[in-house]
């Protein structure tokens, strides 16, 4: 269950939050109103799947009302999610769903991604992607929050802690890297963009190109392709993507050419650095990202990719929770 928080990110941008859940409660015999809300600003969306919409039956905002941001009543802990570029808050669902058994979980559709608002001409800096991140935060009431980024949201999530340390209390880098990746890499990726063959004319279509057919898949991954499938919406012609790839590009061409290794210099957090044996980030560099940091460690999932925590679950939740734990144990 998952309902919608509307937040307003920099510049006015409107930012869909999707809280997963219901909020922890300090005593669980405590049988009060527990499954009735009373209103629709404490109610839970339940994510209804339906041909044509989402497919994945990720929380969408026809299935309720929508609720205004507020604080928790709880003095539970926060955990903020941050996807990637091209993702979604409902590719942190796994994850969120368990979280929500002891914290306040709550994901963003960041500027541009799933939800969210994608203004021709909204910035897609990464001062914007910081300042969001920052301003949901607050407007959710959430922080001292545990932020949990991968790759893009990831880079969010340690520029926001080295802005904001009074934010943040914990810092979860998902294969992330942290060197500057040049402008051969940009080229490349606007290339990938022009390969794709859209429309698709099913989801099964999109699942078998990201899944199988995609130049970039070394081996069949049905993981990736149930990943992208999430990302896809319905239209006349088939089914396209719910973000603007020339807004993916610029969005990414603004970290791609710059290290962002100072930035982990001034994270004073307890950060773990997380990485797939087969992803982006390299075991070297990850180390060296853990050395940098003041308060850094390690952990790595093995059979897994890029896509850590959607790829592999129960690997990626074994190699979190002792560190969370540990956080909020101080």
Request: net charge negative; aromatic share 8%; with cysteine.
């Amino acid at each position: 269950m998952a309902r919608r928080i509307d937040v307003i990110g920099a510049g006015g941008v409107s930012l869909a939050a999707w809280e997963f859940g219901d909020p922890p409660k300090k005593d669980p015999t405590d049988r009060k109103d527990a499954g009735h809300p009373t209103d629709n600003r404490s109610e839970a969306l339940i994510p209804v799947q339906s041909a044509g919409r989402q497919p994945t039956g990720e929380p969408s905002a026809e299935d309720g009302a929508r609720s205004e941001p507020t604080a928790s009543p709880e003095r539970t802990t926060g955990v903020f999610l941050l996807h990637g570029l091209m993702g979604r808050a409902s590719h942190w669902a796994s994850t969120a769903r368990w979280l929500s058994e002891r914290h306040r979980a709550v994901a963003l559709d960041q500027r541009g991604h799933g939800r969210s608002e994608k203004p021709p001409k909204a910035a897609f800096t990464r001062e914007a992607y910081v300042e969001d991140a920052e301003a949901a935060l607050e407007q959710l009431g959430l922080g001292p929050a545990v932020l949990i980024g991968h790759a893009m949201g990831a880079l969010t999530a340690w520029q926001l802690a080295a802005k904001r340390p009074d934010l943040v209390s914990g810092l979860i880098i998902c294969d992330m890297r942290a060197s500057a990746l040049g402008a051969a890499s940009q080229r490349e990726w606007a290339d990938w963009f022009e390969s794709w063959p859209v429309p698709f004319a099913t989801l099964a279509d999109v699942r078998k190109w990201f899944g199988e057919d995609d130049p970039w898949v070394e081996r069949p991954n049905p993981a990736r392709g149930e990943f992208y499938a999430e990302v896809m919406q319905e239209s006349p012609d088939g089914w396209r993507p719910v973000f603007e790839p020339e807004q993916m590009l610029k969005s990414r061409e603004t970290w791609v050419y710059d290290a962002h290794w100072e930035e982990l210099t001034q994270v004073r957090c307890p950060t773990l650095v997380v990485r797939g044996l087969d992803g982006e980030l390299g075991r070297a560099e990850a180390q060296e990202m853990v050395r940098v940091l003041p308060l850094g460690e390690y952990a790595e999932v093995t059979d897994a990719g890029h896509l850590v925590h959607y790829d592999q679950p129960e690997g990626w939740r074994a190699a979190i929770e002792p560190f969370l734990d540990g956080v909020l144990a101080r």
